[in-house]
């Protein structure tokens, strides 16, 4: 299809299909998207496995009520959460927001912009700055050092201004997504019940 071939391509690390909804919505227009699920850090395979068919009935759905104006395509990641505790180890007790939750935006964002660079991708960007619990100068900080090392563009976006986070729990509602209440790794889960 001609029209998606003229637009730059853009690979989107998706945390959940929830946060990708308002994030898409405001991307597809302007981008060739592509939506890389990467989480390493949902350290519960069950948990892992819900968020991955949230994603993927999102895409489903998206594609089907958008056929002939646009599409998102989907690459998933190896989910290796050994590699998340491996990464965190002595960090366990950190709050969250601290220094556990930098390096896994850095471990995401990393392995998206390595994706990308091998992929042919022009740009690439995150769906965690829709989210209200996570820190946008932090994610914008490391996108462009990313960006630099791979020879890319960080699409440097707050996703959750203009409402972003409050449309993404509106677009959830009307796709009937799982939302979930934690960030995804044990450590996270652990603070929610406190």
């Not at 089907?64 to 180890?89: C, D, I, Q, T």
């Not at 563009?153 to 409050?166: A, I, Q, V, Y």
Request: hydrophobic residues 30%; neutral net charge; charged residues 35%.
């Amino acid at each position: 299809m001609k029209e998606f071939e003229d637009k730059p391509k853009l690979l989107l690390h998706s945390c959940c299909g929830p946060c990708s909804t308002a994030v898409v919505e405001r991307l597809v227009d302007e981008f060739d998207v592509t939506v890389f699920f990467y989480n390493p850090c949902i350290t519960e395979e069950d948990e892992y496995q819900r968020r991955r068919a949230a994603q993927m009935d999102f895409i489903e759905k998206f594609n089907r009520e958008n056929a002939g104006k646009a599409r998102l395509w989907f690459l998933e990641g190896s989910y290796r959460p050994a590699e998340f505790f491996a990464a965190v180890k002595g960090l366990e007790n950190e709050p969250e927001g601290g220094a556990r939750c930098r390096v896994c935006f850095r471990q995401r964002l990393e392995k998206t912009a390595e994706m990308a660079s091998m992929s042919g991708f022009d740009y690439f960007t995150t769906t965690l700055t829709v989210s209200p619990h996570k820190d946008y100068k932090q994610i914008s900080v490391l996108g462009r050092e990313l960006a630099m090392r791979y020879a890319l563009t960080f699409l440097d976006r707050d996703f959750k201004k203009k409402d972003g986070f409050r449309r993404s729990v509106e677009l959830s509602r009307k796709y009937g997504l799982y939302r979930q209440d934690y960030c995804g790794c044990i450590y996270s889960r652990r603070s929610e019940e406190d």
